[in-house]
């Protein structure tokens, strides 16, 4: 469908990316993944052909259509909802316009000379508005704009009564009822919230065509890609898979690259001092020019850096009581819309805490009223003992001094820290090197965002409140926020559509639903088992496990004698006994993997042919037999969880 041919962008002395060659057919989904101004959007934007490249090409297949989702510039007119999304596409127009030049010709021209051409031509149009007739119904329309949550009464509303995120969302709709053949999408799941997320998973799982997406959202990435295409620093990487296969490849090749240099530095070390010895013996000159010849051909391996789990040193801030914050039968409304009536909550030392529930549920408006920043019209919020509450929000970004560098900015917030320990917070963010004499006026949506998130992390609060933190940051960002969120030793109550964000920090969820308030106890994978949504987003996965139907909430046997609970736990010892003995085997598999990939860095070593051939079928059978190792792995740890959550 689409042949992208050694593309190269630059400007000025940057180079975004080269070299970047890829393909696509129907059924790929390719996450084009990358750091902040890694080029991913220009990319995009050449394919849309809306710009253009340095050297190669882009070849697109004849009568196919692209659908192009930009993070703004939304082109939307002044229609209402409805309207906007069922109006024809500007191919449609000139078909119906092209059909109706030939009624008229046909009508108006006696023994028209083209007349068969012209009738064959009118079939074909004839057949195309059908098939288009019919797969863009209102119906179809509405459907669509339900999945990404808008509401039966908004189908009416004038686009321009909306608001951005969900503008982008109309956008969005519009694409997908245009029913393009392929699909490009440039952070759509920034104004999604997690139903929204689910649906437009599923959509795109089951669309006919290509789709190239950007997004930062990992769990999003893992359920939706078949295929990464990564810009890294000096490299475009293709990967097949998903975003974690993706990184399991990319730490493997890491391995593969830091042996070969580690054997390559050790020959060069070897080669020198040999050199060094015998430089002023003629009768090893020759063999000494030999040397210097070999090392002028060694290539040096180059590491790729990658972000290493940073600990976070947290400023001292005082213990509070258990009791962290109480909300005692408040209520909120905005005139005559109730948001919240006579609602309690109570959040406790440790608490950390994740809001989810579908946008306008309410969500902000509660942690704003936790947070201390939004008035409510009765009932009472109290702060525990010694509590000292900070509060993250994009408006944040605004607030930064343009004319700060980087530590200066950081020292408003903590007089008391040292430079070096500043350097080394700025360090844990990301930012290194001169970064730390930057100005705030020249840093990018997501560095303001590391920033503010930096200046509100060093601060000695023991209670934080959080909302969308991951806007605007990229995957590493991400991870680094997370590292963060995970050390910090206080109570934390934070939104966020980022569900591995949720995954990997929260061990309390509260759905804020129509005005209510429902309370998991328990981390996301918790919540989605208690609430049946865990076939919702591992549907697949579940599939492939056929679990034994032992493993199913036990009804009482006690009358024949049996204890169902022993049968569980001898299953249970029985399966973690397996899944020591596979991941002793994946060990020793993967050890001799690496041997033979170290050789085959190098195939030249080979004289023989036969056996450069036996080695290679040997690493695909042991890559083989560590797969299936792995799939059983997978399938048994599945088991054990559903055993324990039993248990529980």
Not at 98 to 106: D, G, S
Not at 134 to 160: M, R, V
Not at 199 to 205: G, N, Q, S
Not at 444 to 462: D, H, M, V
Request: hydrophobic letters at 35%; glycine letters at 6%.
């Amino acid at each position: 469908m689409i042949n992208v041919m050694n593309l190269s962008k630059g400007y000025g002395n940057k180079k975004l990316f080269s070299n970047l060659s890829f393909n696509t057919v129907a059924g790929d989904r390719i996450a084009l993944i990358g750091a902040n101004g890694s080029g991913k959007s220009t990319v995009m934007d050449i394919i849309a052909s809306e710009n253009s490249s340095d050297t190669g090409k882009v070849t697109v297949n004849k009568n196919i259509t692209i659908g192009y989702l930009k993070q703004e510039n939304f082109n939307l007119g002044n229609k209402t909802l409805l309207e906007e999304i069922i109006e024809e596409s500007t191919k449609t127009i000139e078909l119906r316009t092209e059909l109706n030049n030939i009624h008229n010709l046909l009508s108006n021209t006696i023994n028209n000379k083209n007349e068969q051409a012209l009738l064959s031509r009118m079939s074909i149009i004839d057949d195309n508005l059908q098939i288009i007739d019919q797969n863009k119904s209102e119906h179809h329309a509405k459907a669509i704009l339900s999945g990404l949550k808008f509401k039966k009464n908004d189908f009416d509303k004038p686009i321009n009564e909306f608001s951005g995120g969900w503008i982008m969302r109309a956008s969005l709709a519009k694409i997908l009822f245009s029913k393009p053949d392929i699909l490009l999408l440039d952070e759509p799941t920034n104004h999604l919230d997690l139903e929204a997320n689910i649906w437009f998973e599923e959509y795109l799982i089951n669309f006919n065509g290509a789709v190239i997406i950007t997004s930062h959202d990992r769990s999003f990435l893992n359920s939706v890609a078949t295929m990464v295409l990564a810009i890294e620093p000096g490299e475009v990487i293709t990967q097949k898979g998903n975003y974690d296969n993706y990184l399991i490849s990319r730490e493997q090749s890491l391995k593969i690259k830091q042996a070969t240099s580690a054997r390559v530095e050790k020959q060069i070390e070897k080669d020198m001092k040999f050199i060094d010895r015998f430089r002023a013996k003629a009768s090893k000159a020759k063999q000494v020019q030999s040397r210097l010849k070999s090392l002028d051909k060694i290539e040096k391996i180059e590491i790729p850096r990658i972000n290493k789990r940073v600990n976070y040193s947290f400023l001292k801030s005082p213990r509070s009581g258990k009791e962290v914050i109480k909300l005692k039968n408040l209520h909120k409304s905005y005139g005559e819309n109730i948001v919240y009536e006579d609602i309690n909550l109570v959040l406790d030392r440790g608490d950390k805490v994740a809001l989810i529930g579908p946008n306008g549920a309410g969500k902000s408006t509660l942690l704003k009223i936790l947070a201390g920043v939004l008035d409510f019209d009765s009932g009472k919020r109290e702060l525990g003992h010694n509590v000292l509450n900070g509060y993250y929000a994009q408006h944040l970004l605004e607030l930064l001094q343009l004319k700060n560098t980087l530590t200066e900015e950081l020292q408003e917030s903590s007089v008391n820290e040292s430079e070096q320990n500043l350097r080394k917070i700025l360090g844990g963010f990301l930012f290194s090197g001169d970064d730390i004499y930057k100005t705030i006026s020249v840093l990018s949506g997501g560095e303001k965002a590391r920033i503010a998130l930096a200046k509100l992390l060093i601060q000695p609060n023991n209670l934080l409140f959080m909302d969308e933190p991951t806007n605007h940051l990229d995957i590493s960002s991400r991870e680094i926020l997370t590292d963060a969120l995970i050390d910090y030793q206080g109570t934390l109550c934070f939104i966020t559509h980022d569900r591995t964000l949720i995954h990997q920090v929260a061990n309390k969820i509260i759905k804020v639903e129509k005005g209510n308030l429902v309370i998991y106890p328990g981390d996301y994978a918790s919540y989605l088992s208690s609430t049946n949504n865990l076939s919702f987003e591992n549907k697949s996965v579940n599939n492939d496990l056929n679990l034994d139907n032992s493993i199913k909430p036990m009804k009482n046997n006690h009358s024949k004698g049996k204890n169902p609970k022993n049968n569980l736990d001898n299953q249970l010892r029985k399966f973690n006994k397996r899944i020591i003995n596979i991941e002793s085997e994946i060990e020793g598999i993967n050890s001799e993997v690496n041997k033979l990939e170290l050789l085959f860095i190098n195939p030249n070593k080979f004289t023989d042919l036969n056996e450069l051939a036996e080695y290679g079928e040997k690493h695909k059978t042991l890559k083989k037999q560590s797969e299936n190792l792995e799939l059983e792995w997978e399938k048994l740890s599945a088991k054990v969880e559903t055993i324990k959550n039993i248990e529980n």
